[in-house]
Protein backbone atom coordinates (compact mmCIF):
# COMPACT_ATOMS: atom_id res chain seq x y z
CA UNK A 1 0.00 0.00 0.00
CA UNK A 2 1.19 3.52 -0.64
CA UNK A 3 2.64 5.39 2.75
CA UNK A 4 -0.71 7.95 2.20
CA UNK A 5 -3.06 4.75 2.90
CA UNK A 6 -1.20 3.32 5.56
CA UNK A 7 -2.91 5.46 8.15
CA UNK A 8 -6.39 4.96 7.18
CA UNK A 9 -5.54 1.07 7.08
CA UNK A 10 -4.29 1.24 10.96
CA UNK A 11 -7.47 3.50 11.73
CA UNK A 12 -9.43 1.14 10.30
CA UNK A 13 -7.67 -1.83 11.22
CA UNK A 14 -7.04 -0.61 14.49
CA UNK A 15 -3.71 -2.11 14.30
CA UNK A 16 -0.23 -1.24 14.15
CA UNK A 17 1.77 -1.49 10.79
CA UNK A 18 5.46 -1.50 9.83
CA UNK A 19 7.03 -0.79 6.08
CA UNK A 20 10.27 -2.62 5.41
CA UNK A 21 10.51 -1.88 1.55
CA UNK A 22 9.60 0.53 -0.91
CA UNK A 23 7.98 -1.31 -4.13
CA UNK A 24 7.43 2.51 -6.61
CA UNK A 25 6.11 6.19 -6.30
CA UNK A 26 3.53 7.84 -7.25
CA UNK A 27 3.28 7.94 -10.34
CA UNK A 28 -0.17 9.33 -11.45
CA UNK A 29 -0.58 12.38 -13.69
CA UNK A 30 -3.05 14.86 -14.35
CA UNK A 31 -3.59 14.96 -18.31
CA UNK A 32 -5.31 17.53 -19.85
CA UNK A 33 -5.95 18.45 -23.96
CA UNK A 34 -3.52 20.24 -25.64
CA UNK A 35 -6.01 22.79 -26.90
CA UNK A 36 -6.94 23.34 -23.55
CA UNK A 37 -6.41 26.92 -21.82
CA UNK A 38 -5.98 24.98 -18.31
CA UNK A 39 -2.29 25.71 -16.19
CA UNK A 40 -3.01 24.76 -13.22
CA UNK A 41 -5.37 23.28 -10.94
CA UNK A 42 -6.92 26.02 -10.16
CA UNK A 43 -8.08 26.88 -13.81
CA UNK A 44 -9.91 23.31 -14.06
CA UNK A 45 -12.16 24.46 -10.91
CA UNK A 46 -15.81 23.33 -11.79
CA UNK A 47 -14.58 21.40 -14.67
CA UNK A 48 -15.46 16.84 -14.85
CA UNK A 49 -12.33 15.43 -14.24
CA UNK A 50 -11.54 11.87 -14.25
CA UNK A 51 -9.89 9.62 -11.56
CA UNK A 52 -9.73 5.85 -10.75
CA UNK A 53 -11.30 6.67 -7.24
CA UNK A 54 -11.42 8.68 -4.02
CA UNK A 55 -8.47 6.58 -2.34
CA UNK A 56 -5.20 6.03 -2.58
CA UNK A 57 -3.12 8.37 -4.41
CA UNK A 58 -6.19 10.99 -4.60
CA UNK A 59 -5.89 11.25 -1.30
CA UNK A 60 -2.25 12.09 -1.44
CA UNK A 61 -4.04 14.47 -4.62
CA UNK A 62 -6.29 16.18 -2.21
CA UNK A 63 -4.14 16.99 -0.01
CA UNK A 64 -0.89 18.29 -1.79
CA UNK A 65 -3.50 20.45 -3.57
CA UNK A 66 -5.71 21.90 -0.90
CA UNK A 67 -2.47 23.29 0.44
CA UNK A 68 -1.08 24.41 -2.37
CA UNK A 69 -4.35 26.10 -4.10
CA UNK A 70 -6.76 25.89 -1.19
CA UNK A 71 -9.34 23.52 -3.50
CA UNK A 72 -11.36 20.71 -2.88
CA UNK A 73 -10.64 17.30 -4.22
CA UNK A 74 -13.47 15.54 -2.83
CA UNK A 75 -16.39 13.57 -4.76
CA UNK A 76 -19.53 15.23 -4.39
CA UNK A 77 -19.85 18.79 -3.07
CA UNK A 78 -16.19 19.43 -3.96
CA UNK A 79 -14.45 22.29 -6.52
CA UNK A 80 -14.82 19.42 -9.13
CA UNK A 81 -16.79 17.73 -10.97
CA UNK A 82 -15.08 14.25 -10.09
CA UNK A 83 -15.71 11.20 -12.15
CA UNK A 84 -14.70 7.96 -11.09
CA UNK A 85 -13.29 5.61 -14.07
CA UNK A 86 -10.98 3.04 -14.96
CA UNK A 87 -7.67 3.94 -15.93
CA UNK A 88 -7.89 2.42 -19.85
CA UNK A 89 -11.15 4.51 -20.78
CA UNK A 90 -9.74 8.08 -19.32
CA UNK A 91 -7.71 9.03 -22.48
CA UNK A 92 -10.92 8.37 -25.22
CA UNK A 93 -13.27 10.28 -22.53
CA UNK A 94 -10.65 13.08 -22.39
CA UNK A 95 -10.45 13.60 -25.97
CA UNK A 96 -14.11 13.07 -26.51
CA UNK A 97 -14.58 15.93 -24.01
CA UNK A 98 -16.45 13.91 -21.50
CA UNK A 99 -13.49 15.32 -19.24
CA UNK A 100 -11.23 17.97 -19.04
CA UNK A 101 -9.01 16.81 -17.12
CA UNK A 102 -7.90 12.95 -16.39
CA UNK A 103 -5.31 11.91 -12.88
CA UNK A 104 -4.24 8.80 -15.06
CA UNK A 105 -0.80 7.20 -16.05
CA UNK A 106 1.17 7.26 -18.89
CA UNK A 107 0.88 3.87 -19.31
CA UNK A 108 -2.50 4.25 -21.21
CA UNK A 109 -1.61 7.72 -22.26
CA UNK A 110 1.86 7.52 -24.48
CA UNK A 111 -0.27 7.25 -27.98
CA UNK A 112 -2.10 10.50 -27.05
CA UNK A 113 0.76 12.75 -25.42
CA UNK A 114 3.38 11.76 -28.57
CA UNK A 115 0.74 12.76 -31.32
CA UNK A 116 0.01 15.85 -29.84
CA UNK A 117 -2.99 15.57 -29.11
CA UNK A 118 -2.91 15.39 -24.65
CA UNK A 119 -0.38 16.87 -22.74
CA UNK A 120 0.32 17.30 -19.08
CA UNK A 121 -0.95 19.79 -16.91
CA UNK A 122 2.16 20.42 -15.19
CA UNK A 123 4.72 19.17 -18.15
CA UNK A 124 8.01 20.01 -15.50
CA UNK A 125 6.81 17.72 -13.23
CA UNK A 126 4.07 15.22 -14.44
CA UNK A 127 4.16 12.55 -11.55
CA UNK A 128 2.69 12.97 -8.20
CA UNK A 129 5.99 12.32 -6.31
CA UNK A 130 7.98 15.27 -8.75
CA UNK A 131 4.72 17.37 -8.15
CA UNK A 132 5.29 17.21 -3.66
CA UNK A 133 8.66 17.32 -4.13
CA UNK A 134 8.45 20.76 -6.48
CA UNK A 135 5.58 22.80 -4.72
CA UNK A 136 5.49 21.22 -1.33
CA UNK A 137 9.30 19.48 -0.03
CA UNK A 138 12.43 20.14 -2.06
CA UNK A 139 13.99 17.85 0.48
CA UNK A 140 12.16 14.64 -0.79
CA UNK A 141 13.82 13.33 -3.70
CA UNK A 142 11.76 10.37 -5.38
CA UNK A 143 9.67 10.29 -2.40
CA UNK A 144 6.18 9.63 -2.07
CA UNK A 145 5.75 5.88 -2.04
CA UNK A 146 2.94 3.95 -3.85
CA UNK A 147 3.98 1.05 -3.15
CA UNK A 148 5.11 -0.46 0.09
CA UNK A 149 5.99 -3.44 1.66
CA UNK A 150 3.93 -3.51 4.92
CA UNK A 151 3.13 -5.69 7.44
CA UNK A 152 2.60 -5.87 11.31
CA UNK A 153 5.41 -5.48 13.74
CA UNK A 154 4.65 -8.89 15.20
CA UNK A 155 4.05 -10.85 11.98
CA UNK A 156 8.13 -9.09 10.65
CA UNK A 157 9.61 -9.86 13.89
CA UNK A 158 8.96 -13.52 13.56
CA UNK A 159 9.36 -13.67 9.95
CA UNK A 160 12.39 -11.66 9.38
CA UNK A 161 13.62 -13.88 6.50
CA UNK A 162 10.84 -13.76 4.68
CA UNK A 163 10.73 -10.19 4.81
CA UNK A 164 14.07 -10.24 3.31
CA UNK A 165 13.27 -12.28 0.54
CA UNK A 166 10.67 -9.89 -0.29
CA UNK A 167 12.75 -7.29 -1.08
CA UNK A 168 15.45 -9.58 -2.42
CA UNK A 169 12.84 -10.51 -5.29
CA UNK A 170 11.94 -7.03 -5.35
CA UNK A 171 15.27 -5.71 -6.04
CA UNK A 172 16.51 -8.25 -8.63
CA UNK A 173 13.22 -6.86 -10.77
CA UNK A 174 14.52 -3.54 -10.42
CA UNK A 175 17.69 -4.26 -11.36
CA UNK A 176 16.47 -6.05 -14.44
CA UNK A 177 14.22 -3.25 -15.18
CA UNK A 178 17.21 -0.84 -15.40
CA UNK A 179 19.64 -2.93 -17.03
CA UNK A 180 16.93 -3.07 -19.83
CA UNK A 181 14.16 -1.19 -20.06
CA UNK A 182 13.68 -1.88 -23.75
CA UNK A 183 13.53 -5.45 -24.17
CA UNK A 184 10.75 -5.14 -21.50
CA UNK A 185 8.93 -2.58 -22.66
CA UNK A 186 8.78 -4.26 -25.91
CA UNK A 187 8.05 -7.62 -24.52
CA UNK A 188 5.09 -6.58 -22.84
CA UNK A 189 3.48 -3.36 -25.19
CA UNK A 190 0.19 -4.19 -23.76
CA UNK A 191 1.22 -2.88 -20.58
CA UNK A 192 2.71 0.32 -21.87
CA UNK A 193 0.12 0.88 -24.82
CA UNK A 194 3.06 1.27 -27.01
CA UNK A 195 2.00 -0.03 -30.58
CA UNK A 196 5.39 0.75 -32.81
CA UNK A 197 8.89 1.35 -32.61
CA UNK A 198 8.43 5.14 -32.68
CA UNK A 199 6.12 5.09 -29.84
CA UNK A 200 8.47 2.81 -27.72
CA UNK A 201 11.45 5.42 -28.42
CA UNK A 202 9.02 7.70 -27.09
CA UNK A 203 8.53 5.90 -24.05
CA UNK A 204 12.26 5.34 -23.28
CA UNK A 205 12.72 9.10 -23.70
CA UNK A 206 10.45 9.93 -21.31
CA UNK A 207 11.42 7.43 -18.59
CA UNK A 208 15.42 8.27 -18.79
CA UNK A 209 14.93 12.70 -19.77
CA UNK A 210 15.75 14.52 -16.51
CA UNK A 211 18.49 11.91 -15.61
CA UNK A 212 15.51 9.60 -15.07
CA UNK A 213 13.27 11.53 -12.41
CA UNK A 214 10.27 10.39 -14.65
CA UNK A 215 10.98 6.76 -13.65
CA UNK A 216 8.73 5.90 -10.96
CA UNK A 217 10.15 2.42 -10.35
CA UNK A 218 12.96 2.66 -7.06
CA UNK A 219 16.52 2.12 -7.68
CA UNK A 220 16.82 0.29 -4.60
CA UNK A 221 13.89 -1.20 -2.19
CA UNK A 222 15.91 -0.96 0.62
CA UNK A 223 14.87 1.84 3.59
CA UNK A 224 17.26 4.39 5.14
CA UNK A 225 17.30 6.44 8.27
CA UNK A 226 16.85 9.81 5.78
CA UNK A 227 14.36 8.55 3.10
CA UNK A 228 12.16 7.36 6.53
CA UNK A 229 12.64 10.77 7.78
CA UNK A 230 11.82 12.48 4.47
CA UNK A 231 8.67 9.99 3.67
CA UNK A 232 7.03 10.93 7.94
CA UNK A 233 6.65 14.14 6.04
CA UNK A 234 4.01 12.52 3.82
CA UNK A 235 1.66 11.92 6.67
CA UNK A 236 2.37 15.44 8.20
CA UNK A 237 0.66 17.03 5.73
CA UNK A 238 -1.95 14.71 5.80
CA UNK A 239 -2.33 15.47 9.31
CA UNK A 240 -2.06 19.22 8.64
CA UNK A 241 -4.61 19.16 5.88
CA UNK A 242 -7.29 17.57 7.85
CA UNK A 243 -6.98 14.35 6.13
CA UNK A 244 -5.49 11.93 8.86
CA UNK A 245 -6.50 12.24 12.57
CA UNK A 246 -4.05 14.87 14.95
CA UNK A 247 -3.91 11.30 17.26
CA UNK A 248 -2.76 9.14 14.57
CA UNK A 249 0.74 8.00 15.75
CA UNK A 250 3.33 8.79 12.87
CA UNK A 251 4.35 5.41 10.79
CA UNK A 252 6.86 2.96 11.54
CA UNK A 253 9.57 1.91 8.82
CA UNK A 254 12.18 -0.73 9.60
CA UNK A 255 15.47 -0.07 7.58
CA UNK A 256 16.78 -3.49 6.44
CA UNK A 257 19.91 -4.31 4.62
CA UNK A 258 20.77 -6.93 1.85
CA UNK A 259 21.39 -10.12 3.53
CA UNK A 260 26.03 -10.42 3.07
CA UNK A 261 25.20 -13.71 1.24
CA UNK A 262 22.74 -11.96 -1.58
CA UNK A 263 23.82 -12.60 -5.12
CA UNK A 264 25.22 -9.79 -6.85
CA UNK A 265 21.99 -9.60 -9.36
CA UNK A 266 19.90 -9.02 -6.30
CA UNK A 267 21.86 -6.04 -4.93
CA UNK A 268 20.96 -2.07 -5.46
CA UNK A 269 22.37 -0.89 -8.58
CA UNK A 270 25.83 0.93 -7.62
CA UNK A 271 25.95 4.70 -7.07
CA UNK A 272 22.54 4.66 -5.09
CA UNK A 273 23.93 5.30 -1.95
CA UNK A 274 21.54 2.64 -0.31
CA UNK A 275 23.63 1.19 2.94
CA UNK A 276 20.60 1.45 5.24
CA UNK A 277 21.23 0.89 8.92
CA UNK A 278 19.33 -2.87 9.75
CA UNK A 279 18.07 -1.41 13.06
CA UNK A 280 14.98 0.09 13.37
Not at 189 to 211: G, K
Not at 270 to 280: E, H, L, N
Request: glycine fraction near 8%; hydrophobic fraction near 35%.
Amino acid sequence: MGTYEVPFVAENAGREFVSFGVYNLMRDSIFVRSDSPYKTMEDLKGKRISTAGTGASMLMYAAMFKKQYGVDLKLGGGDYKVNVQEFPAMPAALSKGDAEGSFGLIDFEIPYVKSGEHRWLYPDQPTGYEWYQTYLNPEAVRQVACNLWVTTPEWLDANPKAAEGFNLMWQEGVNSWYGDKESIIRAYPDLFTTTNDAEVEWFLNYLNEADGMHDQCVKTVYIDPVWAQNETAVFTLLKEQGFVKESTPDPLFKAMAPPADAPPEALPPSGTGASPSPSA
